[in-house]
């Protein structure tokens, strides 16, 4: 059975801080590991790593997926308050009709 | 363009009664999900569908009934409800090995 393990569960920190998020998996015949952050609703798409060592960079948001010991880590410098959020690690195997297995989450709150 | 849609958006039921959960998209996608997300459990999957009048059971499938008549509509059925099924449920598609797409989810409580 397909494992995500996210720590840490939950986080506060101070607007303009440096965070870091991480995820482990556990998956047979692995295919990508995805990044969505969810604030009330919908989660939105982050990342999708697939090669290990690559880093994804957005703005302030960077990711990057180690295969061989199985995390991946999700960074945000210079925090906001609208980071505040949900942050969901998934993983997808081959063969699997694509479906996703997500971790627990990690909840980060930033305050001024 | 509306992406992914879910109705209705809230539903207080009483247990026992039953209820259907529709998801529609735009997107053409030939995949389609539906999870469950409850505190501390993450998003967990109930049934898929890798394709119009398909459909597969997931992890936790057990209470609910899925079909899928038309490419563009997954249905999420409570036949009996129960308390236990008091969640927040999301639909999600995919066009194979990308990203996945969420509806605003469906908050359903039970009592």
């Known amino acids: 059975e397909d494992k995500v393990v996210q720590s840490p569960l939950s986080l506060v920190v101070h607007e303009g801080d440096t965070v870091t998020l991480n995820c482990s998996y556990e998956?047979?015949?692995?295919?990508?590991l995805l990044w969505y952050k969810q604030e009330k609703k919908a989660p939105t798409f982050l990342f999708m790593l697939t090669s290990s060592g690559i880093e994804k960079k957005s703005g302030r948001l960077s990711s990057i997926l180690d295969k061989k010991e199985l995390f991946s880590i999700l960074n945000i410098t210079a925090t906001q308050t609208g980071d505040s959020a949900v942050y969901l690690c998934a993983v997808e195997a081959t063969g699997t009709a694509s479906k996703l297995t997500f971790g627990t989450g990690t909840r980060l709150q930033v305050t001024l | 363009n509306a992406g992914v849609t879910q109705t209705p958006k809230f539903r207080v039921l009483k247990t026992g009664q039953s209820m259907t959960l529709l998801c529609a998209q735009d997107?053409?996608?030939?995949?389609m999900y539906w999870y469950r997300q409850d505190p501390g459990m993450g998003l967990r999957l109930i049934h898929y569908?890798?394709?119009?009048?398909?459909?597969a059971k997931g992890e936790v499938p057990d209470g609910y009934n899925v079909s899928r008549l038309k490419k563009q509509n997954f249905l999420l059925g409570l036949e009996s409800a129960a308390p236990s099924q008091t969640s927040v449920y999301f639909c999600a598609t995919k066009r194979g090995a990308t990203e996945a797409f969420f509806g605003q989810g469906t908050r359903l409580t039970v009592v």
């Open positions: 998956v047979t015949n692995f295919r990508s």
């Open positions: 997107m053409n996608h030939e995949y």
């Open positions: 569908s890798v394709g119009e009048g398909t459909t």
